[in-house]
């Protein structure tokens, strides 16, 4: 996929409601908007494959995608294919990629049509050098989203463990 759309005025009013985003101020957001791209994707399109790198940061400023496991997929055979859950706007994901650069362990399909916006890696850690407070806030929310998804994922697990005894 070829990010290479600017963000327009109106995408930055979506683009603040980001919970990654949450404490910059509006002058930061802009500043921050000028290193993303946006691109429009159809409902149903594959936006990142399980095992690929998604070298970078994408939030959503319209419409909704799924996480899954797919079926097959050139990693893993499944018997079926398991949904792991729906982001909304507002949401991100592919932030695991800014701090290790592992290849994504779900994939990610648009399950209607989707605005969304994409920070590189590169670009994030250009900005974070050159305005520190920007990269302290993103990479904080950034983190609190990480723990908060452990946990999640780790009271599943509890719930699961609880069951089978």
């Excluded at 290193?35 to 939030?59: M, P, W, Y």
């Excluded at 706007?89 to 695991?96: A, L």
């Excluded at 049509?113 to 806030?137: H, K, Q, T």
């Amino acid at each position: 996929m070829l990010w290479k759309n600017r963000l327009k005025k109106d995408d930055l009013a979506l683009l603040a409601r980001a919970a990654v985003l949450r404490g910059l101020n509006s002058a930061e957001l802009t500043q921050l908007a000028e290193h993303c791209r946006v691109q429009d994707i159809k409902a149903g399109e594959t936006v990142l494959e399980e095992g690929h790198s998604a070298n970078g940061l994408f939030i959503i400023l319209d419409g909704q995608v799924e996480a899954f496991l797919p079926r097959d997929s050139a990693h893993r055979q499944r018997s079926t294919e398991i949904v792991l859950g729906r982001l909304q706007p507002g949401s991100s994901f592919g932030e695991y990629s800014l701090f290790d650069q592992s290849p994504a362990f779900a994939s990610i399909r648009s399950s209607r049509d989707l605005r969304l916006v994409f920070l590189s890696a590169i670009d994030l850690e250009v900005l974070a050098n050159d305005e520190p407070r920007i990269g302290m806030i993103v990479y904080r929310n950034l983190m609190q989203q990480v723990v908060e998804r452990i946990k999640t994922s780790d009271r599943g697990l509890d719930l699961f463990a609880r069951d089978t005894h």
